[in-house]
T-cell receptor, first 113, second 109 residues
Framework: ETGVTQSPTHLIKTRGQQVTLRCSSQ?????VSWYQQALGQGPQFIFQ???????GRGNFPPRFSGLQFPNYSSELNVNALELDDSALYLC????????????FGQGTRLTVV | AQTVTQSQPEMSVQEAETVTLSCTYD???????LFWYKQPPSRQMILVIR??????QNATENRFSVNFQKAAKSFSLKISDSQLGDTAMYFC??????FGAGTRLTVKP
């Protein structure tokens, strides 16, 4: 059974650029959630995908978008990067939506300069 | 909107002793799930314990237990026989969507 893997582990982008972060969910999981964790803070929910459909969204602007693929892997896309987008981005997969244990990846550290 | 509050930014405990981390939340829902997650320096979040709101019995996982007070909207985590490996950030979470700001726990030898 493979765990949740995220790529890349670290990334540096320039303000105004676009970035794509990737997440491979744990085998058998059909739900992926994305979080932004600023330094010293708790994770902030961005959105969740369940069986390829967006299933809930936090308080993030439309320039944060995502996809879930038939194999349940997922991408987080951020357009027009801002300095405040610098954070650790966490992906979590689960079997089911809101009530089951989520398994987290190790995150992607994004730095916007 | 649901909010989760962890009022203790940092705590420390001696090895083998017991420590309790506090969490309160706000919701108008009656059926939900609460979680405690641990985030060590390696960054990977690990589930510690889960509580279903419709169950009155407090959840227990080995040295970890919760005190769930639904009416008071309180969900504290008790760690017994603290070990050095328990040193980490601990986050309380309401369902999958709302996390507290975390408590940094240091276990001292």
């Amino acid at each position: 059974e493979t765990g949740v893997t995220q790529s890349p582990t670290h990334l540096i982008k320039t303000r105004g650029q676009q970035v794509t972060l990737r997440c491979s969910s744990q085998s058998g999981h059909n739900t992926v959630s994305w979080y932004q964790q600023a330094l010293g803070q708790g994770p902030q929910f961005i959105f969740q995908y369940y069986r390829e459909e967006e299933n809930g969204r936090g308080n993030f602007p439309p320039r944060f978008s995502g996809l879930q693929f038939p194999n349940y892997s997922s991408e987080l896309n951020v357009n027009a990067l801002e300095l405040d987008d610098s954070a650790l981005y966490l992906c979590a997969s689960s079997l089911g939506q809101w009530n089951t244990e989520a398994f987290f990846g190790q995150g992607t550290r994004l730095t916007v300069v | 909107a649901q909010t989760v509050t962890q009022s203790q930014p940092e705590m420390s405990v001696q090895e083998a002793e017991t420590v309790t981390l506090s969490c309160t939340y706000d919701t108008s829902e009656s059926n939900y799930y609460l979680f405690w997650y641990k985030q060590p320096p390696s960054r990977q979040m690990i589930l510690v314990i889960r509580q279903e709101a419709y169950k009155q019995q407090n959840a227990t996982e080995n040295r970890f237990s919760v005190n769930f007070q639904k009416a008071a909207k309180s969900f504290s985590l008790k760690i017994s026989d603290s070990q050095l490996g328990d040193t980490a950030m601990y986050f309380c979470a309401f369902i999958a969507t709302r996390f507290g700001a975390g408590t940094r726990l240091t276990v001292k030898p």
